[in-house]
């Protein structure tokens, strides 16, 4: 799967299905990234992506085509400098917040791949967490911190998944026919799509009160995504709906709350409005 990331979350634009376990090769690959390169001919891109996506092969394909890339290695992968011997990337002298720059190195012993730069960058602990090993990034981009920046944006691709997944539409749930299978990834990249932009114009409204607690005390975070928002924003909409008539009742009874009942039905129509 391609996605575009945009605001620290992907949204899937292409994929195709492989009848198979395991890696994809460079062919598989290349199937997946022209359309999309195609598509997006008068942007300037840059094409990331983890561990799946590590050959020398696939680096060079790109390099020919004029585009940027930047792809996560394993770890014992092995690198040389010039006049040096080739030795695994874990080898590195590297420490949470340490960074390093390694320019035109080989990268892996395959001949014919010619060279590239590297990355390797070891995440500080933040919120408490601490990342158990460092980045080693392979790129044929120039400067460390904007390497760093750009791919650090990846991670948005496993928020995409869990909306697909257990976050949102359950799709490992569906059990469907590889036919099948394609038709429902389509449904849900368009609901993924607009629930998201639905949560967005929620948030600029500053509507999302009505759709869940949006705050928590000892959380710097926000509680839910755009995402999440423009899912359940719908849901709330429809619960309105159907509790109509005994909401009317209460207020009948309630009069003094009357003023919130009439910001709550006009939150009601703002979201309904076409994006």
Known sequence: MVSVIYQKRALPIYWCLLDKDGCSNL??????????????????????????????????????QGLKYIFRQKKDTTFREKRQKFQPLSSI??????????????????KGFGRCNLVVYWRRKYRGKQEKEPWYLSTNLTDISTTIKIYGQRFGIEAMFKDCKTGGYN?????????????????????????WLQGQKTQSQRKQSYVCRPNENKRTRRRHSDFWIGLY???????????????????????????????????????????
């Open 233 to 275: 924003g719908s849901s709330w909409i429809v619960s309105m709906n159907e509790c109509q008539e005994l909401v009317l009742e209460m207020m009948a009874l309630v009069r003094n709350k009357m003023t919130f009942y009439r910001q709550g039905m006009r939150a009601v129509m703002l979201i309904q409005q076409p994006l």
């Open 93 to 110: 002298p590297i420490y949470p917040g340490g960074r390093r720059f390694y320019e035109n190195v080989n990268l892996t012993q395959e």
């Open 27 to 64: 062919q598989e690959q290349q199937k997946v990234l022209r359309p999309v390169i195609r598509l997006l001919k008068h942007y300037q891109l840059v094409i990331i992506g983890d561990r799946e996506f590590h050959g020398a092969s696939l680096r060079r394909w790109l390099h020919s």
């Open 171 to 195: 799709l490992e749930g569906s059990q469907a026919s590889p036919d099948r299978l394609v038709r429902i990834i389509l449904l849900i990249a368009l609901a993924m799509t607009s629930a």
